[in-house]
């Protein structure tokens, strides 16, 4: 059974910092490209960061220098430390496997809620 389940979310104070991880079953985790999403409330789903089978990254220029993926295949597991948390990155987080262009695995998401 192909899953990701996502989790770390929770509630932080601005400057605030979370680490999100991504367990994936049912796949050859290495051969996929990996990848944080993010929906807020009335927006779009928009990528946050990715990660390619051989380690190479990508990050949405908002969270350039305060957020880091990264991924461990012994564990088949993604992660994505978030640092200097700010109002503005409160969404529901989903993790994506992807393979190609036709393959896309979606997660359930976990809420990440920036506040004071």
């Known amino acids: 059974q192909v899953q990701l389940v996502e989790s770390g979310g929770g509630l932080v104070q601005p400057g605030g910092s979370l680490r999100l991880s991504c367990a994936a079953s049912?796949?050859?985790?290495?051969?996929?490209?990996m990848g944080w999403y993010r929906q807020a409330p009335g927006k779009q789903r928009e990528l946050v960061a990715a990660i390619t089978g051989a380690g190479l990254t990508n990050y949405a220029e908002s969270v350039l220098g305060r957020f880091t993926i990264s991924r461990d295949n012994a564990k088949n597991t993604v992660y994505l430390q978030m640092n200097s948390l700010k109002p503005e990155d409160t969404a529901v987080y989903y993790c994506?496997?992807?393979?190609?262009?036709?393959?896309?695995?979606w997660g359930q998401g976990t809420q990440v809620t920036v506040s004071s």
């Open positions: 049912g796949i050859i985790f290495s051969i996929y490209n």
């Open positions: 994506k496997a992807g393979r190609g262009i036709s393959i896309a695995i």
